[in-house]
């Protein structure tokens, strides 16, 4: 049997280290297997996919080095490899398990699921639909499609027992019908839900081995229970080890920065970033720290993952970045990936227009422009600290920011303006005064060329770096006020779309 792995990322948004660990581990098992690896992009979510967020997740994994056999943009025999191209395919998957009796049309409206919900929580019960359609008679259920009445497909569930399966990594896992929820897999637009999807995906592309995160266990059984319903074989399952924060919590963007578009900016080296994903849960038969790509696939043994949480740490990866730079290059290949990176005339030419007004001798330009190219900035809290503001409006101010700027869907100035002005007017301060310590958080300097441009220039992942940086140098924000911030953010917002 010829191996066939994938990563099947959805485009909502940056692509995330997390994917990349995920690739990673599903090449080097494929590549140790002789078989073949391949990229699906997961676009069932039609309000949150873009195509910008898929070219990022393309591009990323590019940079990282990470080559899929497969994929949209070369194609390959099981395509297409983009699931908002294969609803035909999805659909008729649907009716069979209708036809079959496996699934069934779920009549009911939005408002009465929420009921169902919240009276099910009210009375601390399992959360999930409560089958009221489930056993329709056929006379009702022609009456209604005659009416035209907006439908979903949900799958049937046994309603006792255990599902039980076999995970390459932690052995039999068992889980209770009763915990699975009756899963639309058809939406009322007739648009396939992720599980309907993959699952027929994985099935018609061949998939041998489904390596994924552990946050997919518990979906597990409804997909099994698909491939017994579709008379497929199951692949085999492998879920690997969350990546954690250094507190060992879920890795998050509050923590660490999670965009891999953040470490090529940053100016980590994509062989180092490998190597030390590579490292996560997983070690050479040596224990040696430093390995390529190439080592790694030929000594990879995928029963050599360990559970333990994978702690994902930017120090380490500093660290280990900087031996790949001592040992691996010289000074001329150095030289190369750092034009490579940002010295260059491309670079220069997108800073110029903004700073030749500015300088009067060709080295006025270093001070000026230095904040673009470095990481995070020395700064500290007192740097943040204007006379205008105090320390709440600060914290406010960077807060409301991130989580309006964390939003946009296009990184561009007059975005990233309107941000600025939707926060500063939510806030009732005039926009210069709001801006004080962004421009401080961003430039590490009370001089330099317009906010606006900065962000424009440091890109999506560097501004909300440093932002979230400084917002920790003002003492971050505790999960209280954090509830009481995002309602008054978001009573402003939607009393904006009034
Ligand atoms: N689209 C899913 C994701 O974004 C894929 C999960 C899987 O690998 O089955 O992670």
Redesign the pocket.
Known sequence: MSIRT?????PTGDPHVG?AY?ALFNLAFARSQGGKFLLRI?DTDRQRSTQASEDKILQALKWLGLHWDEGPDIGGKFGPYRQSERSDIYRKYACRLVEEGNAFRCFCSAERIEEVRKSQMKNRQPVGYDGHCRNLKSCEIERRISAKDPFVIRMKVPRHGQCVFDDILRGTISIDWSQIDSQVLLKSDAMPT?HLA?VVD?HLMGITH?I??EE?IN?TPKHILLYEYLGWDQPEFCHLPLLRNTDKTKLSKRKNPTSILYYERMGFLPESLLNYLGRMGWSMPDEREKFSLKEMFEAFDISRISLGGPVFDIEKLSWLNGVWIREEFSDEQLANRLSKWAFNEAKLLEFLPHARDRIEILSDLAPLGFYLISGMLQIDRSDLMTSDLDEEQIIQVLQYLIWRLEGLKDWNREEILSACNFVSIMMDLKLKIFLGPVFMALSGSVVSISVMDSMCLLGREMSLARLRHALELMGGVGKKKQKKLEKTFNDAVSSALI
Do not use: K, L, M, Q
């Open positions: 994938r990563i099947a990322p959805s994917t995920v997961e992720y993959n994985d489904v994924r995160g997919w979906s």
